[in-house]
């Protein structure tokens, strides 16, 4: 069995709950607590690499399990659309 190093973001909802965000593969779901919106993710990828068949998940495993990851927050100025 192989292993793949891969990100997982967690967002707190203002009406509760969490969106949590797979960024390499593209991924987005969300749940009640954390240990709810993990499972919903780890169903999200399973999928996508049974299903997507145009993927081979060796070349994931070599290129994401590389090095560390770096991740940042960006502060970005907008004005609202009212």
């Known amino acids: 069995m192989s292993k793949i190093n891969l990100t ?27 240990g709810e919106a993990t499972q919903m993710i780890k169903d999200l990828i399973d999928d ?6 145009t993927v081979d998940f060796n070349d994931y495993v070599e290129g994401f399990n590389a090095g560390h990851k ?6 970005y100025e907008y004005t609202r659309a009212d």
């Open 8 to 34: 997982t973001i967690f967002y707190p909802q203002l009406e509760g709950g969490y969106t949590v965000v797979c960024p390499e593969l593209g991924l987005t779901s969300q749940g009640e607590d954390m």
């Open 48 to 53: 996508y690499f049974k299903n997507d068949k």
């Open 70 to 75: 770096i991740i940042t927050d960006l502060d």
